[in-house]
């Protein structure tokens, strides 16, 4: 068969866990040009976040810098650093693009998130 | 938590798998001799179609939703090229006909005749497994 499909053409992974008790889906997919990330505790995108790595002269000796925009939903202080702060675990340069849905924003909660992401990887 | 010891024990803990309850249908066709790949996301009360060729791009973004109090669905491009309607015009038509939310990306703008059969193709798999969307 030479037609590729798309689940070959389309990488990606999704899983599960319950963090703080809370059932918390996440999917995620490479897109050539992008990350597009879902951690959902509703089952909904809730919230769009654009995440960018700032570019500037990687001399290994500064923390990478980002640039953080809403495009849908709240537009609320914790959400730019939580997009951030998971952004900050994924060695890419590539823009990322989270849907978060969340319930809890704990500190706690937000270490079980980068676990379950870490654990289902696509990049 | 504000308990150091409490806050220790947490990130020890390594999470247990389940199901993810998001689910993921990925389907793909030639279309005017281009293969064309699909992949829908499908969650509650809405869903994300991408539409696009290899290698997988995610250039445009737009949602659409139909509200109880208008006739049409109301429709905003989140991302991309704003003159591209495709996006845009396929969510509207998708919320207006699933009466949920859709988050559309469509990327196969380079050919406008491309367009309708991928439309076609979208709503030929709806009709045929409406669960995954």
């Known amino acids: ?123 | 938590m504000t308990d150091d010891s409490g806050y220790a024990a947490k990130l020890e803990k390594t999470l247990q798998p389940l199901e993810c309850r998001l689910k993921m249908h990925s389907f793909s066709d030639e279309l005017a001799e281009t293969q064309i790949h699909f992949q829908v996301l499908r969650m509650e009360q809405s869903f994300f179609v991408w539409i696009g060729i290899s290698p997988p791009r995610f250039q445009n973004f737009a949602v659409a939703v139909q509200n109880r109090f208008d006739r049409q669905p109301l429709g905003s491009s989140l991302m991309g090229d704003l003159t591209d309607p495709s996006s845009s015009s396929l969510a509207y038509k998708l919320a207006k006909k699933t009466k949920k939310q859709v988050f559309v990306s469509c990327n196969v703008t380079s050919e406008a005749s491309l367009l309708p059969l991928v439309e076609k193709r979208l709503f030929e798999e709806m009709k045929a497994f409406p669960d995954n969307f």
């Open chain 1, 1 to 123: 068969m030479s037609a590729s499909m798309s689940q070959d053409v389309v990488k990606s992974t999704q899983g599960a866990a319950l963090i703080d008790g809370i059932h918390t889906d996440v999917v995620c997919t490479n897109f050539s040009d992008r990350l597009f990330i879902v951690i959902t505790q509703y089952e909904k995108f809730g919230t769009l976040v654009n995440v960018t790595k700032d570019t500037v002269v990687e001399d290994g000796m500064r923390e990478p810098t980002y640039s953080t925009s809403v495009l849908l939903g709240k537009d609320k202080p914790e959400t730019h650093v939580i997009a951030r702060n998971l952004a900050s675990k994924i060695p890419v340069t590539k823009p990322i693009l989270f849907a978060l849905a969340l319930k809890q924003t704990s500190p706690s909660v937000l270490h079980g998130l980068q676990e379950l992401m870490v654990t289902h990887a696509c990049w």
